[in-house]
């Protein structure tokens, strides 16, 4: 890496944005000039970055054609209004939204996609969700996997801040006793379990379920792979929690998977007997937790995890870094 890159993050003052800016700098990420943009009504805030405070620009108004790779760490709208500005200007782009329709990468699952990419790159950051679930699946692809099924215990920050600033408010009001009114979630978050993330089709699948189970297939390279998951809002700031259930086509040789995963890139294995939580072990680190490991209490094709991860960080934000980490050689 002997030249530096110029980069835009757009989505700057969100809760990915401002992580993906402090992991660049953490990493060592090899930048000549950072250019943090968000809307309008976060423009002229401002994000430490190197002993500096760099101020958030409107994306609006940004030439693309001052920069050679974007993060597009806001939603999909914003995504799919500017992303053709950036394409056109010949700059590379990670998107972390799931608007575009670029391949899906995990670096410890399947990073040899990157090599397929024509110019200029367009490559797509999963769900926090599927991330972590890859980077534990992908290793365990030699059990040759029949169906997964899998409970997805969500942190409010998967939706943004303000979900993060409802949960807040509501916890205050309950612990004081002050009567409570739902405002971005329809009902108590606080102290509760939601049974669905955002609302269902007719069928009764979230929008995020549905992703989920699409991006897993992709990124497993595994079309065909039955997956049932089913996703619930849990009352946790930071952190992803997943109880996953595997159907094998052949005996499970626990020792042969703890092996396997103690040897593979990204996991920390938790010691039998214990068990990780999100809130004790996962927020801030770049790792995913894998503990519980077991087979079927009847069925000896069967294996069950437990995983929690870090959904800001390790799910999105560091993801798109090691992909960025990936691809700058092919930049420059």
């Known amino acids: ?134 980077v534990v699946l992908a290793p365990l692809k030699g059990l040759d996997i029949q169906r997964v099924n899998l409970t997805a215990c969500l942190a409010v920050s998967s939706q943004g801040r303000e979900a993060v600033t409802e949960l807040a408010r509501q916890t205050a009001e309950l612990l004081n006793a002050r009567p409570l009114e739902p405002r971005f979630f329809d009902r108590q978050m606080a102290f509760n379990l939601l049974a669905q993330v955002g609302k269902p089709d007719a069928d009764g699948h979230g929008v995020l379920e549905k992703r989920l189970v699409s991006e897993l297939r992709e990124l497993l390279a595994a079309p065909l792979l039955k997956i049932s998951v089913t996703c619930i809002q849990a009352p946790v700031f930071f952190g992803d929690s997943y109880s996953v259930s595997l159907q094998t086509a052949a005996e499970v040789d626990l020792a042969a998977v703890n092996a396997t995963l103690e040897a593979a890139q990204g996991i920390e294995l938790v010691e039998t007997g214990d068990y990780p939580t999100a809130v004790g072990d996962a927020v801030g680190q770049d790792v995913v937790y894998v503990g519980r490991v077991r087979g079927g209490v009847d069925d000896p094709c069967e294996l069950n995890l437990w995983l929690t991860a870090d959904n800001v960080r390790k799910g999105a934000a560091l993801n798109a870094v090691q992909l960025a980490e990936l691809l700058i050689k092919d930049l420059l």
Do not use: W, Y
């Open 1 to 134: 890496m002997s030249q530096s890159l110029d980069i835009a993050v757009i989505g700057a003052t969100g809760t990915v944005g401002e992580t993906l800016v402090q992991i660049l700098e953490e990493r060592d990420f090899p930048i000549a000039n950072l250019h943090l943009l968000a809307s309008s009504e976060s423009a002229g805030h401002s994000v430490p970055f190197r002993g500096k405070n760099v101020r958030v620009r409107e994306v609006d108004e940004f030439d693309f054609g001052k920069v050679q790779l974007v993060f597009f760490a806001a939603g999909p709208a914003v995504t799919l209004s500017f992303a053709p500005r950036a394409t056109a200007a010949g700059c590379a782009i990670i998107d972390l939204s799931g608007a575009l329709p670029a391949p899906h990468v995990v670096p410890e699952a399947n990073a040899p996609v990157l090599k397929t990419l024509g110019k200029p790159v367009q490559v797509s950051s999963p769900s926090a969700a599927a991330t972590a679930l890859a």
